[in-house]
């Protein structure tokens, strides 16, 4: 099974609608998870992390995600799209904490209509 | 500035031939790694260390090789072993302690000609 899922590889929003990005995790790792955004050939920046303090969590940029274990989700939200909202969001969570890389999700490139 | 530096942006390499990318960061992180991001995949990890003089391999390192002689470079060798090396390759570092946050590079473009 795959370690982290995000459903939904393009996801259309319009400007000021609500946006969801979808990313479930297997329950066999350990819930430390992250989202990340990239923009157009840039690197990628952490939107926000859970390990295990608060279940919800907020993030830079208006966003926040909710951790649900009896559902294995960390899906990521934000009330109100905005143009600048537009990149590509990527899951990730950390399987091994004694080597503390990150194993990706294949990523949701958030589009947003004017 | 704090931060990570690749070099270069973009890079075209003949097939056959190694190439080296760059890997700096003045933030003082123990640990550094390198990722590979192919269209419509997350990214997946080639090589990680988590110390100098240390580094360990990670999901797809066949046909790439590191080394880790400063804590501020890591330093990626595509050697012509790899059989498909045209991707983005990303480097991050974190400092290494309990579930840190990692922070990358702005990435360099690899085209096999």
């Known amino acids: 099974a795959q370690s982290v899922t995000q459903l939904g590889s393009h996801v259309s929003v319009s400007e000021g609608a609500l946006v969801l990005l979808r990313c479930n995790y297997s329950?066999?790792?350990?819930?430390?998870l992250f989202w990340y955004v990239q923009y157009p050939n840039q690197g990628l920046q952490l939107l926000l992390k859970?390990?295990?303090?608060?279940?919800l969590v907020k993030g830079i940029n208006g966003f926040e995600a909710e951790f649900k274990k009896s559902e294995t989700s960390f899906h990521l939200t934000k009330p109100s799209a905005h143009m600048s909202d537009a990149a590509e969001y990527f899951c990730?969570?950390?399987?091994?904490?004694?080597?503390?890389?990150?194993?990706f999700g294949s990523g949701t490139r958030l589009q947003v209509q004017p | 500035d704090g931060g990570i530096t690749q070099s270069p942006k973009y890079l075209f390499r003949k097939e056959g031939q190694n190439v080296t990318l760059s890997c700096e960061q003045n933030?003082?992180?123990?640990?550094m790694y390198w990722y590979r991001q192919d269209p419509g995949q997350g990214l997946r990890l080639i090589y990680y260390?988590?110390?100098?003089?240390?580094?360990q391999k990670g999901d797809i390192a066949e046909g790439y090789s590191v080394s880790r002689e400063k804590k501020e470079s890591f330093p990626l060798t595509v050697t012509s072993a790899q059989k498909n090396p045209t991707a983005f390759y990303l480097c991050?570092?974190?400092?290494?302690?309990?579930?840190?946050?990692?922070?990358f590079g702005p990435g360099t473009r690899l085209t096999v000609l």
């Open positions: 991050a570092s974190s400092m290494g302690q309990g579930i840190d946050t990692q922070y």
């Open positions: 329950s066999s790792v350990p819930p430390y």
């Open positions: 859970y390990t295990s303090a608060a279940t």
């Open positions: 990730a969570v950390i399987m091994d904490t004694g080597r503390r890389a990150l194993t």
């Open positions: 933030l003082n992180h123990d640990a």
């Open positions: 260390s988590q110390i100098v003089n240390d580094f």
